[in-house]
């Protein structure tokens, strides 16, 4: 019979947290190197069978974490785990890593939700918890209004109006016993064993290096979202900025306005202030179009009264391969170019070959220097979604049916950007829009309360419960911002199709109403609201913090 002991330090592992795991037929994630950890301290020893089982609940205040850059302090306890540890003759059997158990008898389903994206957000808000317990797993502990986000980088908005804390969301994973929010990447799934494997954002403090732990699910909720897709482009993710994440807008805020103060100095060049102040803009599809506007707007009216020395030297470059706002009907599109070559945005069609520190390189060799390059051609699979094995579908998503649940996995389910629809089900596969996002979280929340309370809620036990309509899209519209009090809105159901479409002021209105009564609280409504009158009023903040 194995000898069982408790360690407090010094206790090895051979394998990674990950890697041991790698050659399992059915867990979904690759391996890691294998690493070195120390056990934290083992309390609450439970008696009564063979093998020594011990809880170890260790309360986390003030801790700090670094979540993509941002510096934040959740406010939230890591689960009651039970860890099992048995050591055997050999030290190189697979690592055991605390977990939070699945549910037993009597207790209510889990639903364990990966991301905080639309589609989650939106699931979440309407997931009926007297039914559910709730498990939220994220590297960002909020929820970002990404249409308006081009506007922070300016200081039209702060970014706290774009931001909303999932625990307000959804109230139950702060308040409930059995309902938690961690601040931690999705590195695997066990669609058998019906568990994640997680990996805390900083390890800062923790008692292992890297924190790894698991989650039982009965019900698992794929909304990982996407990533900005580069092509492979090099230099692409060395030197450009992106716009997906408040910290995307964070730095891009903190790198034009340290451009405008730099090209003041004494003793720079002509040349070296043209280059500087060239705002570059990749991509000419909503996201460039409006950041193009936002970026205009600052220069004809708070860069002529605050940087007046170098205002004639500042310039914005939008590029695009093809025609911007292509899924716009025509003649918006001639009307936004018209409006932001009016506005002294320059259109360049061309093709991106690589890109380097100051400058990059079209296809046809010519060279464009830049003091800012944001990065805006579209998202893709992100390398989690490419790493689960998980049906695809065209384009790499994880491939889903008509009621947005995988194939050939038990009690899985994927929503928004990180999903399409497989080919079996002769559909194509939705754009990655807000809107999208938005309509399956709310139908899947639906789907889940109906299965609940005909007790489908437990693993493998929604197998008899009818799934009711399948999930159908039906396209509302886009709007689109381009700068000066105009905007576009295109009321067409598809490209092909007729419809209401609309420029001008009135649009702007429209545009600014339907965003207005989307964000999510009423707190962040009114914090939009004061600071477009306060922008009105007072121009924008170019204060440099950080």
Not at 92 to 107: H, N, Q, V
Not at 131 to 139: A, N, Q, T
Not at 266 to 291: A, N, W, Y
Not at 364 to 382: A, F, H, K, N, R
Request: charged share 25%.
């Amino acid at each position: 019979m194995a000898l069982a002991r408790f360690a407090r330090n010094g206790f090895k592992r051979s394998g990674g947290a990950v890697g041991n795991y790698a050659n399992k037929r059915d867990v979904l994630f690759e391996g890691a190197p294998s690493r070195k950890f120390s056990l934290s301290s083992v309390e609450n020893v439970t008696e009564g069978s063979n093998l020594p089982f011990f809880s170890s609940i260790r309360k986390v205040d003030q801790m700090n974490f670094w979540s993509r850059g941002i510096r934040v302090t959740p406010e939230y306890n890591f689960p009651q785990a039970e860890r099992i540890v048995e050591e055997s003759d050999s030290e190189r059997e697979s690592p055991r890593y605390p977990t939070l158990e699945a549910t037993k008898t009597g207790e209510k389903p889990r639903v364990v939700v990966l991301g905080t994206g639309w589609a989650a957000c939106r699931f979440l808000k309407g997931i009926d918890t007297k039914i559910y317990d709730v498990v939220c797993i994220s590297p960002r502990n909020h929820m970002v209004f990404t249409p308006l986000l081009a506007s922070t980088c300016v200081g039209t908005l702060e970014f706290r109006s774009v931001a909303e804390p999932v625990v307000r969301i959804q109230s139950a994973l702060a308040k409930e016993p059995k309902s938690y929010f961690y601040l931690a990447s999705c590195t695997g799934i066990d669609t058998v064993k019906h568990e994640v494997c997680c990996e805390t954002v900083c390890n800062f403090e923790l008692p292992k290096d890297p924190y790894r732990f698991k989650v039982a699910y009965d019900k698992l909720v794929i909304a990982a979202g996407a990533e900005p897709l580069t092509f492979g482009i090099k230099g692409v993710k060395e030197h450009a900025f992106f716009l997906r994440e408040v910290y995307h807008a964070q730095e891009i805020r903190k790198k034009l306005l340290l451009n405008l103060m730099i090209s003041e100095n004494p003793g720079i060049s002509e040349e070296e202030k043209e280059q500087l102040l060239h705002c570059v803009v990749i991509g000419g599809g909503p996201t460039g179009v409006e950041f193009s506007g936002e970026l205009s707007d600052f220069i004809m009216r708070d860069v002529s009264e605050r940087y007046a020395h170098v205002k004639n030297y500042i310039r914005v470059t939008l590029i695009e391969a093809n025609e911007i706002l292509s899924s716009f009907d025509v003649g918006l599109r001639q009307y936004a170019t018209k409006h932001l070559n009016k506005c002294g945005v320059r259109l360049v069609r061309g093709v991106v070959k690589e890109v380097h520190q100051k400058k990059l390189v079209l296809s046809d060799g010519s060279d464009v220097p830049y003091g800012l390059l944001v990065w805006s051609t579209g998202v893709g699979p992100s390398e989690f979604v490419k790493s689960l094995n998980l049906p695809k579908s065209p384009g790499g998503r994880i491939g889903i049916d008509e009621w947005l649940r995988v194939p050939s996995v038990e009690d899985v389910y994927a929503i928004g950007d990180c999903a399409g629809f497989v080919e079996q089900t002769g559909r194509p596969v939705l754009p990655a829009l807000a809107q999208v996002a938005e309509r399956e979280g709310k139908y899947l929340f639906e789907l889940f309360n109906r299965i609940g309370k005909k007790n489908g809620g437990k693993a493998f036990s929604a197998k008899d419960v009818p799934p009711g309509e399948p999930f159908i899209y039906k396209h509302f519209g886009s709007m689109a911002s381009v700068g000066r009090y105009k905007a576009l809105v295109d009321l067409r159901q598809s490209k092909d199709a007729k419809g209401i479409s609309h420029a001008g002021f009135i649009s702007w209105l429209m545009w600014r109403s339907a965003y207005l009564t989307r964000v999510v609280s009423w707190r962040n409504r009114l914090y939009v609201a004061v600071n477009w009158a306060t922008t009105l009023v007072f121009g924008r903040d170019n204060s440099r913090i950080g």
